[in-house]
């Protein structure tokens, strides 16, 4: 399906709402006929909210092209601050939705160069890369915002060699930063490969290891609290500024409008528990931003040899690194009935570590603020068991803070 041109824009919502699947299904067929193409099915795949400014959903769609089927990733995007030039879009009653296909997003231009073997064959050229075929695999996508796409090379040199964060240019040039300064201060990031400014194409060195949540599954060693305190210690240490705030991304009244909408019974009680959570106060130091089981790449004796995702590090509150690092530990071990009791132990035993140095209440209430932000994710992957996961959570934010 070819990228189709932008047509007379409609009124941007006052509001990102919510479209119904009939005005979704219209808008991804109304735009495959732009483009010369026939929608035959369509199902979403993932919702993202950014409240008070956007709503996505991509979903997989098959085509009829050309007496052909194709299997693609079609989104539609409500956008309360307008459209890029170059965006398609379409009106759905009063509302202006832009409509695409994956790699087209208008918001990434670096995109569609990221996921051509032929194009990243010539950036790895241009880096000095080992020669050979190259073979892409795209590990994260979130519309408008950041895609991840993991580089291989098979040649005389072969294996995984980098990879390649696409963004919006501004934040990538942002992103570059901030891996020099925590490269400089010798914490474990990637490297700093390359940067392609006007595409927003960040490079970056793959660093191999087992993640903590892969630890766990495994039963390999996992790392000593005294390793995490000081990985916190150093990141503080570090002086790494960000042009986000930390305490932003982390604040839990931004999922209040979502979850209510999701469990509008429970709307009152969200609130009051967001708020409670967001009455946080301590000194300004470097923090990760994001920290969760994920993030953290292990050697086999359980060291910390690599952090992933530094895209948020900026100067924040080292209460909500550890928080988020409790209520993920515990949430993986949900996921997983195999290793329930194990990553609540560690949990438990990170928790006791951190709450020596932020203090039980602040600690108490970060936690409680990472369990309500992911209260929203079984949604935006749209789980079939999403509305039970999202109670559930909000359940364990209302236990940590003494609600139940």
């Given at each position: 399906?070819?990228?189709?041109?932008?047509p007379?824009?409609?009124?941007?919502?006052?509001?990102?709402?919510?479209?119904t699947?009939?005005?979704?299904?219209?808008l991804?067929?109304?735009?495959?006929s732009?483009?010369?193409g026939?929608?035959l099915?369509?199902?979403?795949?993932?919702?993202?909210?950014?409240?008070?400014?956007?709503?996505?959903?991509?979903?997989?769609?098959?085509?009829?092209?050309?007496?052909?089927?194709?299997e693609?990733?079609?989104?539609?995007?409500?956008?309360l601050?307008?459209?890029?030039d170059?965006?398609?879009?379409?009106s759905?009653?009063?509302l202006a939705?832009a409509?695409?296909?994956?790699?087209?997003?208008?918001?990434?231009?670096?995109?569609?160069?990221?996921?051509?073997?032929?194009?990243v064959r010539?950036?790895?050229d241009e880096?000095?890369?080992?020669?050979?075929?190259?073979t892409?695999?795209?590990?994260a996508?979130?519309?408008?915002?950041?895609?991840?796409?993991?580089?291989?090379?098979?040649?005389p040199?072969?294996g995984r060699?980098?990879?390649?964060?696409?963004l919006?240019?501004?934040?990538?040039?942002?992103?570059?930063?901030?891996?020099?300064?925590?490269?400089g201060a010798?914490?474990p990031v990637?490297?700093?490969?390359?940067?392609?400014?006007?595409?927003g194409?960040?490079?970056?060195?793959?660093?191999?290891?087992?993640t903590?949540?892969?630890?766990?599954r495994?039963?390999a060693?996992?790392p000593?609290?005294?390793?995490?305190?000081?990985?916190?210690?150093?990141?503080?240490?570090?002086?790494?500024?960000g042009?986000?705030?930390?305490?932003a991304?982390?604040?839990?009244?931004?999922?209040?409008?979502l979850?209510?909408?999701?469990?509008?019974?429970?709307?009152e009680e969200?609130?009051?528990?967001?708020?409670?959570?967001?009455?946080?106060d301590?000194p300004?130091?470097?923090?990760?931003g994001?920290?969760?089981?994920g993030?953290?790449?292990?050697?086999?004796?359980?060291?910390?040899?690599?952090?992933?995702?530094?895209?948020g590090?900026?100067?924040g509150?080292?209460?909500?690194?550890?928080?988020?690092?409790i209520?993920?530990?515990?949430?993986?071990?949900?996921?997983?009935?195999?290793?329930t009791?194990?990553?609540?132990?560690?949990?438990?035993?990170v928790?006791?570590?951190y709450?020596?140095?932020?203090?039980?209440?602040?600690?108490?209430?970060?936690?409680a603020?990472?369990?309500?932000?992911?209260?929203?994710?079984?949604?935006?992957a749209q789980?079939?068991?999403?509305?039970?996961?999202?109670?559930?959570?909000i359940?364990r934010?209302?236990?940590?803070?003494g609600r139940?």
């Amino acid at each position: 399906m070819a990228e189709p041109t932008s047509p007379h824009a409609a009124r941007v919502a006052s509001e990102p709402s919510a479209l119904t699947p009939a005005q979704e299904r219209s808008l991804l067929s109304t735009a495959a006929s732009a483009a010369g193409g026939r929608l035959l099915s369509s199902q979403a795949r993932s919702v993202h909210h950014r409240s008070g400014r956007s709503r996505s959903v991509v979903h997989e769609a098959v085509l009829a092209v050309d007496e052909q089927r194709l299997e693609v990733l079609l989104v539609t995007h409500v956008d309360l601050r307008g459209y890029p030039d170059g965006a398609f879009v379409l009106s759905a009653g009063d509302l202006a939705v832009a409509v695409w296909r994956f790699p087209l997003d208008p918001y990434l231009p670096g995109l569609a160069s990221a996921v051509s073997s032929e194009r990243v064959r010539q950036l790895l050229d241009e880096l000095g890369a080992p020669p050979g075929e190259v073979t892409l695999r795209t590990r994260a996508y979130r519309p408008t915002r950041r895609a991840v796409v993991e580089v291989r090379v098979h040649g005389p040199v072969s294996g995984r060699v980098l990879y390649l964060k696409v963004l919006p240019p501004r934040r990538a040039r942002s992103v570059a930063r901030r891996h020099r300064q925590l490269t400089g201060a010798g914490l474990p990031v990637p490297g700093l490969v390359g940067l392609a400014e006007q595409q927003g194409i960040v490079a970056i060195e793959a660093l191999g290891g087992p993640t903590i949540a892969e630890a766990l599954r495994s039963g390999a060693p996992l790392p000593t609290t005294a390793a995490l305190l000081d990985l916190s210690a150093r990141f503080a240490a570090s002086g790494v500024q960000g042009s986000r705030d930390p305490r932003a991304f982390a604040d839990p009244v931004r999922h209040v409008e979502l979850l209510s909408e999701l469990l509008p019974a429970r709307a009152e009680e969200i609130a009051e528990l967001a708020s409670c959570a967001a009455d946080l106060d301590a000194p300004l130091v470097g923090v990760h931003g994001d920290l969760h089981p994920g993030q953290l790449l292990l050697g086999p004796d359980g060291a910390i040899t690599g952090v992933l995702d530094v895209d948020g590090a900026g100067q924040g509150y080292l209460a909500h690194d550890a928080g988020n690092l409790i209520a993920h530990l515990a949430a993986t071990g949900e996921l997983d009935p195999t290793i329930t009791a194990g990553a609540a132990r560690y949990a438990r035993q990170v928790q006791d570590a951190y709450a020596e140095v932020v203090g039980a209440d602040a600690l108490a209430r970060a936690t409680a603020a990472s369990w309500l932000g992911l209260a929203t994710s079984a949604h935006r992957a749209q789980e079939p068991t999403w509305r039970d996961q999202v109670g559930h959570r909000i359940d364990r934010a209302a236990s940590v803070l003494g609600r139940r």
